[in-house]
């Protein structure tokens, strides 16, 4: 038995069928009214189209085969990932790359016009610790605030 063979029900949704060969619904329909899929059944039993054990067969042999029910080749589009494969994650840049302690002057600045006597090292610190991602588009006010307030706190 192969692998669609046991996955195969008594009945499926249309749904179901479009699930099982992985198309969508509007272009599982389109399909169906070209005759490349054929039309599901109403069994009396129910009240809604469903595909039997044959027409899921059927189904699933074009979909493999790629010639449809009318005889014309039919081309299926691949799906390009899978949906559980992760993103990939912006890299952040390595504490060897931090900018170059000159850029920091305007904080360095008014930390020490604020009476706080530092090193351009020890600000450059503080701001690798408190700002990991860079200081870039933020206000400048708030990250000499911040900063003061990180070199003004006693280490535990």
Same mark, same amino acid.
């Given at each position: 038995?192969?692998?669609? #063979?046991?996955?195969?029900?008594?009945? *499926?949704?249309?749904?179901?069928?479009?699930?099982?060969?992985?198309?969508?619904?509007?272009?599982? @329909?389109?399909?169906?009214?070209?005759?490349?899929?054929? /039309?599901? *059944?109403? !069994?009396?039993?129910?009240?809604?189209? *469903? @595909?039997?054990?044959?027409?899921?067969?059927?189904?699933?042999?074009?979909? +493999?085969?790629?010639?449809?029910?009318?005889?014309?080749?039919? !081309?299926?589009?691949?799906? !390009? /990932?899978?949906?559980?494969?992760?993103? +990939? /994650?912006? +890299?952040?840049?390595?504490?060897?790359?931090?900018?170059?302690?000159?850029?920091? #002057?305007?904080?360095? #600045?008014?930390? /020490?016009?604020?009476?706080?006597?530092?090193?351009? +090292?020890?600000?450059?610190?503080? *701001?690798?610790?408190? @700002?990991?991602?860079?200081? #870039?588009?933020?206000?400048?006010?708030?990250?000499?605030?911040?900063?003061?307030?990180?070199?003004?706190?006693?280490?535990?």
């Amino acid at each position: 038995m192969n692998a669609p #063979e046991l996955s195969i029900k008594a009945a *499926v949704s249309v749904s179901e069928m479009c699930e099982m060969c992985s198309i969508s619904r509007s272009r599982w @329909y389109e399909m169906v009214a070209s005759g490349i899929f054929p /039309k599901p *059944v109403h !069994l009396p039993s129910m009240n809604r189209p *469903v @595909y039997d054990r044959t027409l899921q067969e059927k189904c699933l042999q074009i979909k +493999q085969t790629g010639i449809g029910l009318n005889g014309a080749p039919v !081309l299926f589009n691949r799906k !390009l /990932k899978k949906a559980g494969q992760p993103r +990939q /994650k912006p +890299q952040r840049p390595l504490k060897d790359e931090r900018p170059n302690i000159r850029s920091f #002057e305007p904080i360095i #600045e008014a930390i /020490k016009g604020l009476g706080l006597t530092t090193t351009p +090292q020890v600000v450059s610190d503080a *701001v690798a610790v408190l @700002y990991p991602t860079g200081i #870039e588009g933020l206000d400048l006010g708030d990250v000499i605030r911040n900063v003061f307030l990180h070199l003004q706190c006693p280490k535990k």
